[in-house]
């Protein structure tokens, strides 16, 4: 029996390991780009700016993150967040969860195998020397070389879009692309990132390039598909670059894991873990005001659902939350205020905290389209004083 309770005490602490070998990992990514030679120039350029970065492909969506964290501390890697979204250039950082890179598969080592003894024999007899027949040489075939396997290229010409401020700092975030400012299809493109595009089909051969970053103006321009008026990269890439105005004085973040029940003002239960980070940025940083701005998907008025008397502002209570018609405006600004309730419950003073609701006048992507429930969010601009 002793043999038994040691078999089964072996075998629980080897399910544990396993379950711990595969524990997810967070890490906190600052860029992701579907060719490496884009993840290995971002990757040096954090670098340069202070960061230890790393990166390494995420096998599901075949792309190689750039990272600056990775650790198996959820509240770690979130407080990481909003401080990098913060305090750094990298306002649209996010947390990855799960595993990156391809894992090596360990080979064993077959064993040597056993030398047969060696039986001595006496010498042999020198042999009678015959003369070989003569034949005819007879020339070996040669093998044909393996055909050389040719990488396609993308069809089009690569293009490399680059944002930057007034003063010259690089920005990170996306950039819309389509052929004119009427154009109903467009494009969306990570900032930093080489990609290939085909020729347009408008008479004029240009695009429409819009550049959307957290905390800057909306800056727009039109160039030529087979313009040489522009830089050329290392790759043979055209590099097209935006300038943009500051849009309010302080840093200005949006979160990526924030999101609200549809129609309502109350939060996913996701959204916790941004919101975490921003309650412990708030503590470390007690000169740090905020004024959070709430935003939503359309203009048009709705039948909502708000907090009401309810405690939870994670789920509906059907008879607590107060229910009827808001508009955009309200409904922005309902949103705006959950999250100013949740950090004065975590112990953040109220007098630091401003709310305002946009409404629906300052969209991210079309109302209608497959990206138009990202408009329903929230943006938060720092102050110090």
Sequence with gaps: MKWMKCGLVILGLALVSSQLQAQDRYYVVIGAFRYQSNAARFT??????????????????QLY???????????????LLIKTKVETIYKDAWVFIGKLGVEEVIKE??????????????????????????????????????PVVKIKKPDGIPFYFKAQSKDGKDLTGMVHLQEGAKATQFQS???????????????????????????????????????????????????VTLTLDKA?????????????????????????????????????NTKYKIKIYG??????????????????????DSKLNHHGKLSAKDLSKERAEIIKTYLVQQGIDASRVATKGEGGKIPLYPEGGSLGQYNDRVEIEFTKN
Aim: proline share 11%.
């Design 109 to 146: 080592t077959p064993p040597e195998p056993v030398k047969p003894p060696v039986i001595e024999t006496p010498p042999p007899t020198p042999p009678v020397k015959i003369e070989p027949v003569k034949k005819d040489t007879v020339i070996e075939p040669q093998k044909p070389e393996p």
């Design 248 to 284: 309010k004085r302080g840093d200005y973040i949006d979160f990526n894991n924030v999101h609200f029940i549809t129609n309502a003002s109350l939060l996913k239960p996701e959204s916790k873990d941004e919101l975490d980070g921003l309650v412990t940025l708030m503590k470390e």
């Design 65 to 79: 993150y750039v990272y600056i964290l990775n650790t198996d501390q959820k509240r770690q890697a979130f407080n």
């Design 189 to 239: 493109i990570k900032i930093g990132e080489v990609t290939y595009l085909i020729p347009p089909q408008n008479k004029n051969g240009t695009y429409q390039v819009t550049a959307q970053v957290p905390g800057y103006k909306e800056s727009s321009i039109t160039f030529p598909y087979n313009g040489n008026t522009f830089e050329k990269g290392t790759e043979g890439e055209t590099i």
């Design 44 to 61: 040096a350029t954090a670098s340069q700016n202070g960061f230890s970065a790393r990166f390494d492909m995420q096998p599901k969506r």
């Design 295 to 316: 935003h939503c998907n359309g203009t048009q008025t709705r039948d909502a659902t708000t907090l009401g008397s309810s405690l939870n502002l994670f789920a509906v």
